[in-house]
Each structure stands twice: as C-alpha cells, then as structure tokens.
C-alpha cells in the first residue's frame, strides 16, 4: 500500500506579504503533494484559528510555531497513513491538536497539511486532484466565476463599508466567455474611474479601490462599468455583493461609517432591500452580522427566492452553524472556505450539509492569498456551481480563473451550469 512516507512544512508569503504555511505530503511511491493556506481579513468567529507566534517579527504574524508543527507532532501523526483515506488524515489531525478551534497546532497548519494529501493521493493515482474528487461523474461543469470589481470594507482600509462589489456573467453560457466578459467589464470600470478622477490602485483581492462617497455610488458605477462594457445589466451580467456586516456592526447596531448613518438590523435590511429592488442583484453575502439570525431570516424572506442570500462569517463552513441557519430560515447558499473548517473532510461534511438543507454552494479563496488553487478543483471535482477568488487583477488571483482555463480544456468542454439551476434563472 502506498502510505505517507514524509510530511514536510515551510514558511512561504502570502498576497499581502504575510507569512504563511505550506505543507508537502511525500508518498512511499515516490509521489507528493503541495498546499498552501490562505489566510482572511474578514474572519467569523466560529473560523479554525491561524496559530500566529506573536512578537516583533512582521507584526506577530509570523508562522515558525505552525511550521514546526507540520514537521513535527503532524509528520509524525501521518506517517505511514493511507493518503487516499482523506477523513482519517484530517480525523488524526484533529485529535492531535484537541482544541474545538485548532488553536494549539493551528488552522493553518492543518488545512495547509489537509489540502496536501488531496494533491498527493491524486497526484499517486496519477490524476488530476479534481478528476480524483469527482470520480466517475459524468456531469462535471466548470463554475460560474463570481468576481470582485470593487474591493472595500476590511480589504480597502474601510474605505466603504461594505467588502465586494462583484458581478457574474449570469447570460454566459461557457467558463472561457465568463471570463471574457468580466476582463470587459472589469477594464470598463477601470477606465470609468480613471475619468472621474478616481483611480487610486486597487485593494486586496485587485479590485479597484472604492474611492466613493457613498455605499451605493460603487453600485452605480458597476452598472455603468457593465453597460460601458457593452453588456445588459441583469440579463448578461449581474450584480453579487458582500456586505461582510459582521465586520461593522453587533448586537444589531451597525455603523455605516461611509455614510455616516449608524443603523439597526431593520433599516440595513431596508436599505439593502431597497437595493436589491433598484440595482439587478443576485446575490448578497452576510447582509447582516454572524449575531443577528432573527434579522437575518427576516431579510432572507424579505427577499425571495431568486436571490442568493449567502453566509460567511454567518455559517464559518461548519456543517453544524449550517444545520441551525437552515433550521432558523436564514440564508439559502454556504459560501465554502477549507480554511474556516481547517480540513477538507469538515469543508466537504459543510457542503454536504448545505446541499441537505437545498441550498446552494460557492467555494471561496480568502483575501490572503498565494499561487495555490486547490480550491478550483474542490470546486470542479465537489461539483460545486459557483466559485469566488476575488478580482480579476493580481496573480494570486489570476491562477485560480487560469486554473479554470485548463481544466476546461482538460475537460474537453468548459460548458457552465445550466441558467436554470441558479436561483435567477427562472
Ligand atoms: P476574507 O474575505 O478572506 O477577508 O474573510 C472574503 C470574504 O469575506 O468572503
Ligand atoms: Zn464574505
């Protein structure tokens, strides 16, 4: 049988010029695999937390504590398990750290080391890591890109309050003309606020930089930056925010610093349904905080069925904070970051948790990001219908659409899901 022969780790830098933690998984047959954790801005408080070593270095983020951990305590661990027995890798995994939240080896550590032994039993079975997740299905299809035009929030020095203006192609009927649509659209925007005076670089995850007076300004420049591309709002391509609520507000009282207002639960989901009714949106994530579930079920009724209410820090990819917002009628889509689980078999019981309760998936990257793009074969090979890395700006980025690229090509056909499977398209 072939086992894990070796597990070794390595402080490498992420998009923001953090430390991070990579982790290769060398095989007795020769074979290996590589991963890399990302790391967020935004975090929900349910997330596997990152072990950080604190101190004077690079602002107490370094990561020599998780580092040693992978070739430590979890080389040790592993050796001589079966890498295609992924849940009982990420089970030995868990039981060595102890903690509910990772803390003690860390989060970043484990989905770094998680992600690794996907790569190196696919790379033994001499596949492709999402031809090895999704077996002999038949009816794999490339995601629907989700792509930030706007970057704000905690990604943008607060610039605006709310995180991701992005659109998707919803009128594209394949992954290379998705892609084609939003580079349109994203140089549109690009030239748009160059015009007006506003281009100021781009923030975190490469979308422009919100240099807008007011929340909903950003929104009117992604319609114009749509139709400036030549595209019908709404009908080709639509509007997909984060509110990433959390991050300014608890106890049901958010402070909308951009536009000086601060606001209960009922008047933000006011004035988000308010928006949903002007501008032609199809998916908002976390439009209320990960504290504020009645509000939540409220706005998610409030706004129907054909819009895709997504949950962030609200459900932090655990199948169990998904299991009770489904009970609680919150929220219809799980937005699905390995990260916030901190192994693979946890992100997958969270999708198979979310296609239980009939909602909708999207697999996520992080705002720290680096040149790895498991997260697009989890997507392609869990088949999971939209995927989110982000602007289409900044190689970090980049690598996941291109990854895309190639494994439609692999594919032989990079066909999207159909219209009709999304909540908009009927
Ligand atoms: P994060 O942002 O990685 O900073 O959490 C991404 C998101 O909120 O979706
Ligand atoms: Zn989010």
């Known amino acids: 049988m072939t086992e ?13 010029g953090r430390p991070t933690v990579e982790a290769e998984v060398q ?7 590589r991963a890399i954790a990302p790391a967020g801005a935004s975090t929900g408080s349910g997330e596997a937390q990152d072990k950080r070593d604190g101190g004077d270095a690079f602002g107490g983020l370094d990561v020599q504590d998780a580092v040693a951990s992978v070739n430590g305590e979890i080389s040790g ?25 990772k803390g003690r080896l860390g989060g970043n550590a484990l989905v770094a080391t998680s992600m690794a032994v996907a790569h190196a039993a696919a790379a033994s079975a001499g596949l492709p890591l999402w031809k090895y997740l999704g077996g002999d299905r038949t009816d794999i299809a490339l995601p629907l890109p989700e792509v930030q035009i706007f970057g704000g929030g905690a990604h943008a020095g607060r610039r605006v309050d709310i995180q991701d203006f992005m659109v998707i192609a919803t009128g594209a009927e394949t992954y290379t003309q998705a892609l ?66 959390t991050d300014f507000g608890s106890g049901g009282r958010y402070r909308l610093a951009t536009d000086a207002r601060d606001v209960d639960s009922d008047a933000l989901s006011e004035m988000l349904l308010g928006w949903l009714d002007r501008y032609p949106i199809v998916a908002i994530e976390d439009p209320l905080g990960e504290d504020d579930p009645a ?47 901190g192994t693979l078999t946890e992100a997958k019981a969270a999708l198979d948790a979310a296609r239980v309760s009939g909602w909708d998936a999207i697999v996520s ?6 040149e790895d793009v498991t997260i697009v074969h989890l997507a392609v090979g869990w088949g999971v219908k939209q995927l989110k890395v982000g602007s289409f ?19 032989g056909d990079d066909r999207l899901p159909p219209r009709q499977s999304f909540p908009w398209g009927d």
């Open 4 to 16: 894990i022969a070796n597990v070794r780790g390595r402080r490498v830098w992420d998009s923001r």
């Open 27 to 33: 095989l007795s047959d020769g074979t290996m695999g």
């Open 77 to 101: 661990a592993l050796r001589g398990c079966d890498p295609r027995d992924q849940a009982a890798a990420d089970r030995l995994m868990i039981d060595l750290d102890g903690t509910p939240d």
């Open 180 to 245: 084609d649509w939003t580079a349109e659209v994203y140089r549109a925007a690009g030239v748009l606020m160059q015009d007006a005076g506003l281009m100021q670089g781009v923030a975190d995850e490469g979308g422009f930089w919100p240099a807008f007076d007011t929340n909903e300004l950003a929104l009117d420049y992604l319609v114009r930056a749509i139709e400036r591309a030549g595209f019908t709002p709404g009908d080709e391509m639509a509007i997909s925010l984060d509110i990433a609520a």
């Open 295 to 341: 509000a939540m079920a409220r706005f998610t009724a409030a706004a129907g069925p054909n819009v895709e209410i997504v949950a962030d820090d609200f459900i932090c990819t655990s199948a169990h904070l998904i299991e009770a917002a489904h009970a609680g009628n919150a929220c219809n889509t799980a937005l699905i970051k390995p990260n916030q689980a």
């Open 365 to 370: 990257a992080r705002s720290g990001e680096t």
């Open 393 to 411: 700006a900044r190689s970090e980025r980049m690598a996941k659409w291109n990854e895309g690229l190639r494994i439609g090509e692999a594919l």
